[in-house]
């Protein structure tokens, strides 16, 4: 039977066990402290979604056409009216695309007249019911560099479109101004509208309806730029 010898030596110090325990467990924490903080960064970047990345805006052929008109460098920058007489001819991807493409060669301002829907405020995330009526009412910038959104609340929260006030106001700040209704013929303020505007595009596939837009504009002075 094999036996364990224990030798003293005269004069060493002996260290208590509890104390030996101490030691050994403050040495690991040291050296294991910094190996937990490491893995658990290292799991959480793992885990951490990477962000979206900006996606560029599709453009159709009505979108490029207007591009092109808009950014002719020797046409003075003004107000442009996109108008229809139904939400089918001018779905809000067309005044949201055209608006972002646009904030890339300047400040954009995007006002909504489509008060059924509020749909602007909608596509860019605004809750417009938080607005209070007693502050002061600004545009709203969106998440888009240099594009901000007029909502169409606005109006109803002023009680009145005073819109020759708004873009005398906006064209001090912004380098282009774009309206979207997308029901003019019916809108109670059409005639302010149109003659505030000055010029158009018209968003239209019947022609009798065609007509309608033409005379309203035609009858106002507000030129127009394109038949999409």
């Known amino acids: 039977m094999s036996s364990i010898a224990i030798y003293f030596v005269p004069g060493a110090a002996v260290m208590p066990l509890g104390t030996l325990w101490i030691y050994l467990s403050v040495g690991g924490g040291v050296v294991l402290l910094p190996l937990l903080i490491y893995l658990f960064k290292s799991t959480k970047k793992r885990n951490t979604p990477p962000k979206p990345k900006k996606q560029p805006i599709p453009q159709n052929e009505d979108i490029q056409k207007i591009l092109n008109i808009l950014k002719n460098p ?3 920058v003004q107000p442009v009216l996109l108008a229809a007489n139904r939400l089918t001819d001018l779905p809000v991807t067309i005044p949201v695309n055209l608006a972002v493409s646009l904030a890339g060669t300047g400040k954009c301002l995007l006002i909504d007249l489509d008060r059924k829907r509020d749909a ?88 009798e309806k065609t007509a309608q837009l033409r005379h309203l504009l035609k009858t106002y002075d507000c030129k127009i730029l394109l038949e999409a």
């Open 74 to 76: 020797n046409a003075q």
């Open 120 to 207: 602007l405020a909608k596509v860019f995330e605004i809750d417009s019911e938080k607005i209070e009526s007693h502050l002061k009412i600004l545009p709203i910038p969106t998440a888009f560099e240099n594009l901000s959104v007029w909502p169409a609340r606005y109006f109803d929260l002023l009680k009145q479109m005073n819109l020759r006030s708004l873009l005398d106001a906006a064209n001090k700040k912004f380098d282009h101004i774009i309206l979207y209704a997308p029901y003019l013929t019916v809108l109670a303020d059409r005639k302010q509208i149109a003659f505030c505007s000055k010029q158009a595009i018209i968003f239209c596939e019947d022609g």
